[in-house]
């Protein structure tokens, strides 16, 4: 784990930092009930326990929810430095590419659409508070 990753964690609580280690470790994207199944030994016991923890990790831009899925990925940024994923934050678009083969699920930012669609957005006076694309397809290891 990367040092900002450690010091992000630090200012968490126990609930959070588990759920949030336990995104970052996991393979795929995990829904909230997969999570508290993978932390029953580590004292999570309720749902409420990991939707709290999932809804602040949300919240400071560590975590995002795949809305098509209905589960949940540690940030890209959260393995970078602190400022780098405060910065993330602020951008406001997250773009996920999802292989509905095997599951990987990878993110990034593209400047060139967030300036398209916050620029649509202004055009129309409509406040963009964030955007989260998600594309679905196969990825380059399930299309061999």
């Known amino acids: 784990m990367s040092r900002a990753a450690s010091q992000e964690q630090t200012s968490l609580t126990k609930n959070q930092s588990l759920v949030l280690g ?3 470790r996991a393979d795929a994207p995990l829904s909230a009930y ?3 199944d993978a932390l029953r030994d580590d004292g999570l016991r309720a749902p409420l326990q990991v ?3 999932l809804e602040k990790l949300t919240e400071v831009g560590v975590v995002h929810r795949l809305e098509s899925l209905n589960a ?3 940030c890209h ?3 970078h430095d602190h400022q780098h994923t405060h910065a993330h934050i602020h951008a406001g678009v997250t773009v996920f590419a ?3 083969a095997c599951g990987k699920v990878d993110e990034f930012e593209d400047a060139m659409i967030a300036d398209r669609l916050y620029g649509w957005a202004r055009k129309a006076d409509f406040d963009a508070a964030s955007t989260t694309i998600e ?3 196969t990825c380059k290891s399930c299309a061999v």
Do not use: T
């Open 77 to 79: 940024a959260a393995d």
């Open 98 to 100: 999802i292989c509905e």
């Open 34 to 36: 997969a999570i508290l």
């Open 22 to 24: 336990a995104l970052m």
């Open 135 to 137: 594309v679905r397809g």
């Open 51 to 53: 939707y709290r923890a």
């Open 72 to 74: 949940f990925v540690a």
